[in-house]
């Protein structure tokens, strides 16, 4: 576990500081945003797209990228602790479940996608397709399921992340939230988290749900200027 804590905790030191956010977000078109991250972090996160790609390539491309990313991480733990880890890998993809049931053929563009377009794949996930039950709800009680065995201390520290999470969730739900406020907010909480679970698994977990709100960060830069500055 340690050799796991010491590579996420460089990881950590590695994310994006507030500078360089704003530097990689003068960018004003794709092309420009493209070459600025290919300059850090995220390099082998864009290294699959060009001004070219439409919205849906970059979606798509950037969902892979996350599942690597948390697969990667998970490999570096115990293996009681894999499956719980790798299931963060859904995050991205749950709002392509939530899909309204009669959009009857989906899309071709949903299709494409390695995930969405194999059934076995998201089998588990048939109750929530057929609006029994939301993604979340159904991702979170399997997730709970698949959680290793932890001391009263660190249920503590998750009991205050999930907390954090669901409350960011509750916030960003109302009309008029200031997104991105409320993930700023998040990211701090999950910081102050992150140092609180030094030498445990809930600090892999925080980091995580830190890189889960930059990939969104990172996302939402890529396709706002495929689809309104492509350049």
């Known amino acids: ?28 078109d794709l092309g420009q945003f493209l070459e600025a991250a290919r300059t850090g972090v995220f390099n082998s996160w864009v290294a699959g797209l060009d001004r070219s790609r439409e919205a849906h390539f970059i979606e798509r491309t950037l969902r892979g990228v996350w599942r690597s990313y948390v697969r990667a991480v998970a490999a570096w733990h115990p293996r009681r602790c894999q499956p719980w ?17 009669h959009a ?21 996930f048939e109750p929530a397709i057929a609006g029994r039950i939301t993604p979340a709800e159904l ?18 520290l998750l009991a205050a992340v999930l907390k954090a999470v669901q409350e960011h969730g509750r916030m960003l739900a109302l009309d ?29 977990l925080c980091h995580l749900a830190l890189m889960a709100l930059d990939f969104e960060r990172l996302r939402g830069g890529l396709v706002n200027r495929s689809l309104f500055a492509r350049g």
Request: charged share 20%.
């Open 85 to 101: 880890l790798m299931w963060l890998e859904w995050l991205p993809t749950l709002g392509l479940i939530a899909r309204p049931e």
């Open 176 to 204: 008029g939230a200031d997104g991105v406020a409320l993930r700023e907010q998040l990211g701090a909480q999950l910081s102050r988290l992150f140092r609180a679970a030094a030498g445990t698994l809930v600090a892999t």
């Open 1 to 28: 576990m340690e050799y796991a804590l010491a590579r996420v905790q460089c990881q950590y030191g590695n994310r994006l500081g507030m500078s360089e956010w704003r530097g990689l977000e003068a960018g004003h």
């Open 139 to 156: 991702w979170l009680a399997r997730w709970r399921q698949l959680k290793p065995h932890l001391d009263a201390s660190r249920e503590q």
């Open 104 to 124: 009857n053929p989906a899309p071709a563009w949903l299709l494409t996608d390695p995930v969405m377009g194999n059934e076995t794949a998201i089998a588990f």
